[in-house]
């Protein structure tokens, strides 16, 4: 931070906050750009520089050309071959590493240049360049830790992640799971919000992908967690009322209940956890005992979620019964 300060002294620049800095940092870049691209002629030498420095920052960075030309094709850039070599050659020497062109360094740096990018009109394509299915699981990792990063501090930004996790959750949904447990932010509330908004085809294979990450507690997926398990839940529901005497139909809905009710009861919701599971408890009742063999080891389970519940709304010596 204080040698960031000193360079901008050098051109007579002061700021006092970290937003201001960046944004000085990034106007000083800008000046390096359009001076190492003004003998190529190209109309707003800056705009492309920091659309394929954004890509490279959000994918970790390339290490050829070849490597990144998919990326810049996905992300709309209108550069033939030969020029957009020329412009990843031109930008290499500017930030210098052990192969190719590097990502943005330093963190604080690289975050500000891509939400700059990310809000302008093309910010939705860069997203999907770095994020498709095509682009593999350690870029777009990389891409979702650093927008997690940048979840945190940029409100600004939500509205455009939440339209790209919407339109890769299929294939990004392991990363935005692992992403959000290890990194601070907002992502996993984001991922959240992409959820509610996905279509109803799409949302019944997302929770059923979503499911098994959710068996152990996390803070971090707290959220994402209840809201899938409701889903799961109503859809359990809906299935049972079409045939309400089938055994396997009655057992899913009870399973879906108590796994709801464990969500609620992390956060907090401790009064809502205990009626689903009461509802779950009442359903393994009904069945018939000559069929447990079918749903013994899940109706253990709910007698000690609901006990537990018990316990935690003070009902001692009904927890203890069950």
């Keep these: 931070y204080v040698q960031?300060?000193?360079?901008?002294?050098?051109?007579?620049?002061?700021?006092?906050?970290?937003?201001?800095?960046?944004?000085?940092?990034?106007?000083?870049?800008?000046r390096y750009w359009?001076?190492?691209?003004?003998?190529?002629?190209?109309?707003?030498?800056?705009?492309?520089?920091?659309?394929?420095?954004?890509l490279a920052t959000l994918a970790g960075g390339f290490t050829t050309p070849r490597i990144a030309e998919p990326y810049w094709a996905k992300s709309n850039g209108n550069l033939c071959s030969a020029d957009f070599n020329a412009l990843f050659q031109a930008l290499v020497p500017l930030?210098?590493?052990?192969?190719?062109l590097q990502a943005v360094r330093p963190d604080l740096l690289g975050e500000a240049l891509v939400a700059q990018a990310l809000l302008r009109p093309e910010g939705d394509v860069l997203l999907d360049a770095v994020l498709s299915n095509s682009a593999g699981a350690p870029v777009r990792r990389h891409a979702l830790t650093m927008?997690?990063?940048?979840?945190?501090?940029?409100?600004?930004?939500?509205?455009?992640?939440?339209?790209?996790?919407?339109?890769?959750?299929?294939?990004?949904?392991?990363?935005?799971?692992?992403?959000?447990?290890?990194?601070?932010?907002?992502?996993?509330?984001?991922?959240?919000?992409?959820?509610?908004?996905?279509?109803?085809?799409?949302k019944s294979q997302a929770a059923g992908l979503l499911e098994p990450f959710f068996h152990e507690?996390?803070?971090?997926?707290?959220?994402?967690?209840?809201?899938?398990?409701?889903?799961?839940?109503?859809?359990?529901?809906?299935?049972?009322?079409?045939?309400?005497?089938?055994?396997?139909?009655?057992v899913d809905y009870a399973k879906s209940l108590d796994n709801y009710s464990l969500c609620l009861r992390r956060i907090g919701r401790h009064g809502q956890a205990l009626s689903c599971a009461q509802e779950a408890f009442k359903l393994f009742e009904r069945l018939n005992p000559n069929d447990q063999k079918l749903y013994a080891f899940d109706y253990a389970g709910s007698l000690s979620n609901y006990s537990n519940l018990l316990n935690d709304a003070g009902q001692n010596e009904e927890a203890l019964k069950h």
């Design 4 to 30: 960031m300060l000193a360079l901008l002294a050098l051109f007579g620049e002061r700021s006092t906050t970290a937003e201001g800095l960046t944004k000085a940092l990034l106007n000083h870049e800008r």
């Design 34 to 54: 359009r001076r190492s691209l003004s003998h190529f002629g190209w109309a707003e030498p800056e705009r492309l520089s920091l659309q394929l420095l954004a």
């Design 95 to 100: 930030y210098p590493g052990k192969q190719g």
């Design 147 to 202: 927008l997690a990063r940048l979840s945190g501090q940029r409100l600004d930004l939500h509205e455009t992640l939440v339209d790209a996790l919407v339109s890769h959750f299929a294939h990004c949904y392991q990363e935005m799971i692992a992403v959000a447990i290890e990194t601070p932010g907002r992502l996993s509330t984001l991922a959240g919000a992409a959820f509610s908004r996905l279509q109803p085809a799409s």
């Design 217 to 250: 507690e996390s803070v971090q997926l707290a959220g994402i967690s209840c809201l899938v398990m409701e889903f799961l839940s109503a859809k359990y529901r809906q299935k049972l009322s079409k045939r309400p005497a089938h055994p396997y139909c009655i």
